[in-house]
């Protein structure tokens, strides 16, 4: 079973440019959560797509944004670019048992340098 | 608000010994704890997942322990080697909201 993709795994941007990063979780999996993770914050929680809706969300600004698609594939977007926002993104695809999230697997990440 | 501390931040080890990392979290209303491993610049890896109603899981030398009422777990690594080596990453989880994770405890082991 192949694992949880994320594309592209490296990304240099420029200030008040936008990205977005693609992520692919796992067959069957339809729940996918975004983190963010940097050297002095740790790992933190974006959002959280199933079935194409988001179930929850971080304390982001609304620069931060995702989607989910019907093929449970989802994709983040962070438009204007601060400096502050270079860090690793990591997707992670679960499943659910009665509205609970299992198990989550992570995918590689994509490294977003902001210059 | 749940809050997850791992102590310590980084520990450093000769190959062969045994050592324990610690977890603890403020809420223990909690569903699930999960042990992650993160090698440099990578994803997370699994490595075990203790529900709620269970006290430890064990996968190979891996052995984690879950306290709920003293909201502390412990993740056991026997016979260390220097694979091992990574940074070990805590998170809780309440059922349906996001996992809470600690900043991790950096490994490494010595040959």
Redesign the interface.
Known sequence: KAGVTQTPRYLIKTRGQQVTLSCSPISGHRSVSWYQQTPGQGLQFLFEYFSETQRNKGNFPGRFSGRQFSNSRSEMNVSTLELGDSALYLCASSSLTGGVTDTQYFGPGTRLTVL | KQEVTQIPAALSVPEGENLVLNCSFTDSAI?NL?W?RQDP??????LL?IQSSQREQTSGRLNASLDKSSGRSTLYIAASQPGDSATY?C?V?A??????????TRLSVIA
């Open positions: 569903y999960q992650f610049g990578k994803g997370l890896t699994s997942l990453l998170a989880g059922g349906n909201t996001p996992l809470v994770f600690g900043k991790g």
